[in-house]
């Protein structure tokens, strides 16, 4: 934390009514030069001018007006306003002022300083500067500084988080109800899990985060009974590992044990957990580890179908972000982990210097920076399972290594200190129709489509299935609502099906899904990775493929494949759009029983002996229109790859390349008869068609006609008179090799198509019925 020799001879007693002959400011020319030396605070005044509030930073350098004065910010304006202010500064240069906002303090004599603020020459920066001291520094026992800047837990903030809960339990009736709104529950009195850990401490230790002198950990059977505990939400590592609840240890953790927090059997986060939960008045806490019996698979599954109710229902969940390697969540505060921080020596009443107190720009730009960085993009997230904790918990109480954060349904994230941040949480409550639901749907599964499992092919469905039954409910309401009784839904693989022949078009929308490109850093997008089809799943299926990272460590990392669906003004009825094919879910017909696809990650149905045991699984009756055409190379330049995008009414630029690979996944279309014309683009899924080599030798290729929709501007480049042309939304499919059957089909991908030749193909073919598999 380098200072300039101004910044060393800071002195805060400058601010002290009726002084004068001290600074209270540095001329700007100084302050820039410092910053671009290295001085931190100095970086930190520039910074507050930078600073743009909710839309982010360094969206510009913009400041104020300082009591409606009509001055040019500091540091902006034409390269002649520049060259203006420099004469003028050689005349009358400018300095950069502070000044400060005071809160109560400790006595009259002292400063009660919380916040500077700077402005030049009229102008405020947009944002203040936070300052802070630590407890029982020279600087806070003054009262001179009477901020805090601190990640730990102590008693004083367990009393803001107990106030914010019970505010919340009282003037918040939606979060005292499940996701779907279809229940009420009163947290402090529900249906307790099979086992819960309880929680005793002997406690002589009176540091606000101290840890206790032991702690008493029990296992207990909890099924049947009435009560509140606290879940908790973690990352999977060796400590972890060590701490798991086994069939050889049951018995044993089921009688109280004397703990030591250096205790090598039980991560260390657990409990600290357990103290938060201690701390904040509740016994009992839930962890997946030690309440699920890891090594019986009849207890595993059990117990993993009932984890959403375990956590919809907890009085608040403890989300452990900052649980990496040896970093705990009652931590000493680390200088590394604050951002934008800058040190500056504390100077008492008679000048002398005596240690130091910090300045932080924290304002709400850098709180929601902050917060993304923290939360958003923390590894935890981008965890499977994680999904349903953070969707269906009530209350969020997240420890991250800068600050604890509080959420529940009814607002954004707050702060310790008070900053809203970041997102609200996912609710479908306020969607009124099935229609509108299921749209929701399509946002939360391309959330989870990417995120990463140990065991994809065994935990995808279930740690997805406690949102799928929320929806199932709030689906069902809604429909009663409407009066529309007789209506009844079901979800397979994902995707969401209405019995009878009304929502078949709406089914076939959902196929529309196509992968998505790899963008560095977003947990929500896929990352790099070798495409593999995910045993057992249908390709219809979105959940149908996973993508396997190169092991960097040695252990091999598997997430799904990130996917989206268009946008649903795409779907406005107003502009045309219309789907023009119908999808049904059905239990497999005999003949189609233990068909093999064309794939070198190969899936099959099951047999007939083995479907007893399989009875979930779906095909798909399509009745619809289906030509052959051909999937060429990638698009030969920018020209025709945004002549593509615009054509098809595709709202966002085709990628030129992937991130990491130059092999394209967004292909050239064009008609047999016409290879050299194209007529649409390609994001194809299937890993045997990713390469040039294998779209010629794979044989026929179709396109499904799903979506149609006319009056798309750009008809005059087609020769139309009206200035308009048709577009299609269209799955790719090939051939099953299936002995019983000649209209057996399987997808590897979703494009679109346009043109007047499109068209009139898709008038040429007739209508007819295929499986899909």
């Known amino acids: 934390m380098a200072l300039c020799s101004r910044c060393q001879r800071f002195d805060i007693q400058a601010f002290a009514p009726g002084r004068v002959g001290r600074s209270r400011g540095y001329p700007l020319t100084a302050v820039k030069q410092a910053a ?9 005044v520039l910074e507050s001018f930078r600073m743009t509030g909710l839309k982010g930073p360094s969206r510009g350098l913009e400041a104020e007006r300082y009591h409606g004065r009509g001055q040019f910010s500091p540091l902006e304006g034409s390269f002649w306003a520049r060259i203006g202010r420099s004469l003028q500064e050689l005349i009358d240069p400018r300095w950069v002022h502070f000044d400060t906002i005071t809160g109560i303090g400790a006595s009259d004599e002292s400063l009660r300083i919380k916040k500077l603020t700077a402005s030049v020459n009229g102008w405020k920066a947009k944002t203040s500067i936070h300052l802070a001291a630590d407890e029982e520094t020279p600087a806070s026992v003054s009262g001179d500084i009477i901020g805090r800047i601190s990640d730990s837990v102590r008693l004083p903030d367990i009393e803001t988080i107990r106030e914010w809960y019970i505010n919340c339990q009282r003037n918040h009736p939606e979060c005292n109800k499940s996701l779907s709104q279809c229940e009420s529950f009163n947290a402090e009195e529900v249906p307790l899990p099979a086992r819960l850990v309880k929680i005793d401490i002997s406690d002589t230790n009176t540091g606000d985060a101290g840890h206790p002198d032991r702690v008493f950990f029990q296992l207990c059977d909890t099924e049947g009974l009435s009560g509140k505990y606290i879940a908790l939400t973690h990352r999977w590592d060796e400590s972890t590992e060590a701490s798991r609840t086994l069939k050889g240890n049951l018995e044993g953790r089921k009688a109280p044990d004397e703990l030591a927090w250096n205790y090598p059997q039980l991560s260390t986060v657990f409990l600290e957990a357990a103290l938060c939960a201690y701390r904040l008045g509740v016994q009992y806490i839930w962890i997946d580890t030690l309440c699920i019996v890891q090594d019986d698979p009849v207890d595993w599954s059990r117990e993993s179908g009932k984890m959403a109710d375990y956590y919809q229902h907890a009085l608040l969940t403890i989300v452990a972000t900052a649980a990496v390697e040896s970093r705990i969540l009652f931590k000493q505060l680390r200088v590394e982990d604050i951002s934008k921080l800058a040190r500056l020596p504390y100077r008492d009443r008679n000048g002398e210097c005596k240690g130091y107190f910090y300045a932080q720009s924290a304002e709400q730009a850098v709180a929601e920076e902050e917060y993304l960085r923290q939360v958003y993009y923390n590894e935890l997230f981008q ?14 109480l997240t420890f991250t290594n800068g600050t604890v954060y509080m959420q529940c349904q009814n607002k954004r994230a707050l702060s310790l200190t008070g900053e809203s941040v970041g997102y609200q949480k996912f609710a479908i409550e306020t969607l009124s129709s099935p229609a509108a639901i299921l749209d929701s749907w399509e946002i939360a599964a391309a959330t989870f489509s990417s995120l990463q499992f140990t065991k994809i092919d065994r935990d995808r469905f279930v740690a997805l299935a406690g949102v799928v039954s929320e929806f199932h409910q709030a689906i069902h309401a809604a429909a009663r609502g409407r009066g529309e009784t007789e209506r009844e839904f079901h979800n397979a693989f994902g995707h969401w099906f209405e019995n009878g022949t009304e929502g078949r078009g709406r089914a076939a929308r959902a196929l529309l899904w196509r992968r998505i490109e790899p963008i560095e850093g977003d947990p929500f997008k896929p990352q790099h990775g070798e495409l593999v089809r995910a045993a057992g ?3 219809w299926s979105w959940a149908s493929m996973g993508c396997r990272s190169s092991p960097v460590t040695g252990k091999e990392s598997m997430a799904g494949m990130g996917v989206r669906w268009p946008v649903a003004r795409e779907f406005d009825k107003s502009s045309g759009f219309r789907m023009v094919c119908s999808a049904e879910a059905l239990r497999p017909p005999e003949e189609l029983m233990g068909i093999q696809l064309n794939t070198s990650a190969a899936t099959s149905f099951p047999t007939a002996e083995e ?31 945004v002549a593509a995008t615009k054509l098809s009414r595709r709202r966002e630029n085709l990628p030129r390349r992937l991130a990491s690979t130059s092999q394209m996944h967004w292909r050239r279309v064009s008609l047999n008869a016409a290879p050299e014309f194209t007529i649409g683009w390609a994001s194809l899924e299937d890993p045997d068609f990713q390469t040039d080599e294998a779209l010629s030798t794979c044989g026929t290729i179709y396109a499904l006609f799903v979506a149609r929709t006319p009056r798309i501007q750009g008809g005059y480049e087609f020769g139309n008179v009206t200035g308009y042309h048709t577009a299609f939304q269209v799955l790719f499919l090939t051939k099953v ?16 198509l346009f043109g007047n030749d499109v068209d009139k193909c898709f008038g040429s073919v007739a209508e007819e019925t295929i499986w899909l598999l």
């Open 36 to 44: 671009a030396d290295g001085c931190c605070f100095c970086k930190l």
């Open 383 to 396: 965890r499977g399972w994680t999904f349903q904790e953070f969707t269906l918990s009530r209350r969020l």
């Open 537 to 539: 799943v249908p390709t």
């Open 611 to 641: 479907y007893a045991e399989h009875s979930e699984f779906r095909v798909l009756r399509i009745h619809g229109r289906v030509y052959q055409l051909s999937i060429r190379g990638q698009f030969a330049d920018d020209e025709d790859r």
């Open 737 to 752: 090799n299936a002995s019983t059957s000649d209209d057996c089909y399987q997808r590897i991908g979703y494009g679109r």
